[in-house]
Structures are given as structure tokens and as C-alpha cells.
């Protein structure tokens, strides 16, 4: 079995396709160019966009370029894939992956239609149970907790 593939445009835009700025696109295509380059990915790679326990809001993101398995939910937005797996999608669906650039700092940001809270940093969020489908509200997970 392979994995689904999404693919969104402008004009059609699936409300749990998880989306890519122009600039975020660029960037990941540099960082999966110098993973080829190193050897740590193989041809195909893509960014994998997960969650996990932790940080100060309950759930962080987890970013990395990751070959695809096959039970991976692939959206393609702006000539890019990003990988998502089933159990994280609930998490994360219709957030847009966007770079950030102040100052001295910048990186990938995740605009999160789930989040109820985030902190200050922006890597962290916390979201309502009830929005995802949980019947019973759970307490935070721990770090060791892994969706991704």
C-alpha cells in the first residue's frame, strides 16, 4: 500500500491539507539539497512535519527531512511534499508551514488552526481535546509521549 498523496493549490485547498509559504518551500529545498549533498536522505526525501509531548504547552513540533513510509500522508504545496503520519494528522491538519525571519532569528513557523495556546517561542502549543475527537480530555502528554 502507498502513501496518499494531496496535492493543493490555490483554488483548491482541502481544509486538513497541511500547506507551505513560497519562502518555507525555498528553504526546505536548500536543507533536503545539502542532505542529498551529505548523504543523510535518499533521492525522493520530503519535510516531515510531526508532533510530540512537551514544551511548555503540552505538544511541540518536529520538523525533519525524512524519506516516505508508507503509511504517510503527503501533501504537496508550492513544489514541495511534506510528510505527515496518520496519527498526527488530527494535530496538525490545515496548519500552513511558513519561514520567519526578525532580527537575529529565523526558522520554520507552524500556523496551527488546532492551537487554543502557544508559547512565546512558538514551538510549543496546546490544543482542545474535543476539537480532535478525544472524548476524554487527557492531561499534557510527557516528552517520552510521541505522535509523530
Do not use: H
Not at 497541511?18 to 525555498?26: R, S
Not at 513544489?79 to 532580527?103: D, H, K, M, T
Amino acid at each position: 500500500m502507498s502513501a496518499t498523496v494531496i496535492t493543493v493549490t490555490e483554488t483548491t485547498v482541502d481544509p486538513q491539507a497541511v500547506t507551505m509559504a513560497v519562502d518555507a518551500a525555498a528553504k526546505v529545498e536548500e536543507y533536503i539539497a545539502a542532505a542529498l549533498e551529505s548523504g543523510e536522505c535518499e533521492s525522493g526525501a520530503a519535510l516531515r512535519l510531526g508532533v510530540r509531548g512537551g514544551g511548555c504547552s503540552g505538544f511541540k513540533y518536529v520538523m525533519s527531512i525524512d524519506d516516505e513510509s508508507q503509511d504517510d500522508i503527503v501533501f504537496e504545496s508550492e513544489g514541495q511534499r511534506i510528510l505527515v503520519s496518520p496519527e498526527c494528522l488530527p494535530y496538525i491538519s490545515g496548519s500552513r508551514i511558513v519561514w520567519r525571519s526578525a532580527g537575529l532569528t529565523e526558522g520554520f513557523d507552524v500556523e496551527n488552526p488546532n492551537a487554543v495556546a502557544s508559547c512565546g517561542c512558538g514551538s510549543s502549543f496546546r490544543i482542545d481535546p474535543n476539537a480532535i475527537g478525544c472524548s476524554e480530555p487527557e492531561g499534557p502528554p510527557t516528552s517520552g509521549d510521541e505522535v509523530y
